[in-house]
Every structure is written in C-alpha cells, then in structure tokens.
C-alpha cells in the first residue's frame, strides 16, 4: 500500500487520511477547551482492510502529541486501538 497521510482541516473538526492524493478516511472529533474528543473514525470501502484506520489514528495523535490538547476518545475504534498502543497513553485525558 502506499504512504498515508494525515492531515487536520479543523474548521471542518476532523483529521483526514490521504493516500496517493485520494481520500481514504476521516476521524472526526469535537472540541471542548483544549480536549478534542475523537468522535468517529470512517474509511471509504475503497481503502478497507489496509491499515488506513490505524495509520489514521496515529497521525492524529502524533499531530496532537505535545500540543496543548489532550485527547478523549468516544469512538470505539479510537477506543480499542488506544488499548491495543499504550505509548499514546501520554495524550490521552483522564
């Protein structure tokens, strides 16, 4: 597969996943102070099974990571994959 790449378009409260210039996926999240609860977490059938999803997650977080935001996670995605990589517990509120 090709390279993901992660992009936040915040006036449209998401992080969006690209690869070879097409969009491949979108977590979006709310923003309440400096939290940003990661909401939803969806990739075009296009990309399924490629690992975008979590490539995704991760290049929000490492966007995130030592910013003033902390993270909340109410997607279940976000949810399990922060089980599955303790390293990102650092960004996660709570």
Do not use: I, K, N
């Not at 979108?26 to 990739?43: F, I, K, P, R, S």
């Not at 975008?52 to 990571?65: C, E, F, H, I, T």
């Not at 390293?87 to 509120?93: G, H, K, N």
Request: proline letters at 3%.
């Amino acid at each position: 597969m090709s390279e993901v790449t992660v992009v936040q378009r915040p006036g449209e409260s998401r992080f969006e996943a690209h690869v070879d210039g097409q969009l491949a996926g979108v977590l979006v999240y709310q923003q309440v102070g400096t939290t940003l609860d990661l909401a939803h977490t969806e990739v075009d059938p296009a990309f399924e099974g490629q690992g975008v999803a979590s490539r995704l997650v991760a290049g929000a977080l490492d966007r995130l990571r030592g910013s003033e935001h902390r993270v909340a996670a109410s997607c279940p995605y976000v949810r399990r994959w922060l089980e599955r990589h303790e390293d990102y517990r650092d960004v996660v509120s709570g």
